[in-house]
């Protein structure tokens, strides 16, 4: 039929949650510890950090066991992990470096809607 228009929507069944942030000075060998609270329905976890010198963001479980790792040397650090459980998570980031650093670092928990 001439001038007919078949439209389409969908909704995505995932989304993200609520991101956390923190800007930090890092001294020498200084580090910092973020949590994320991860609600039902929650797949993964994004944390970025930013900052001048050698990073390194550690993503851990509730239990107290390290997920993932991810260095960044003069510039960004980035990790997106998987996650079985609900919980408190927690982000570490650690200034590897001699010198201070000023750290951005964000979390965000992925999942279903």
Same mark, same amino acid.
């Given at each position: 039929m001439v001038g007919e228009h078949r439209a389409s929507t969908s909704t995505s069944t995932s989304a993200a949650g609520s991101t956390t942030s923190v800007l930090s000075a890092l001294g020498p060998l200084g580090s910092l510890v973020q949590s994320v609270n991860v609600? !039902? $329905? &929650?797949?993964?976890i994004s944390a970025v950090a930013s900052g001048d010198g050698l990073l390194r963001v550690i993503i851990v479980d509730p239990s107290g066991v390290t997920l993932a790792t991810a260095d960044g !040397?003069? $510039?960004?650090?980035?990790?997106?992990? &998987?996650?079985?459980? &609900? $919980?408190?998570?927690?982000?570490? !980031?650690?200034?590897?470096g001699t010198n201070l650093t000023q750290t951005w670092t964000a979390a965000t928990p992925f999942g279903v809607r």
């Open positions: 609600p !039902v $329905g &929650t797949q993964s !040397v003069n $510039g960004v650090a980035v990790l997106d992990k &998987t996650v079985s459980s &609900t $919980g408190l998570y927690q982000v570490k !980031v650690l200034n590897l």
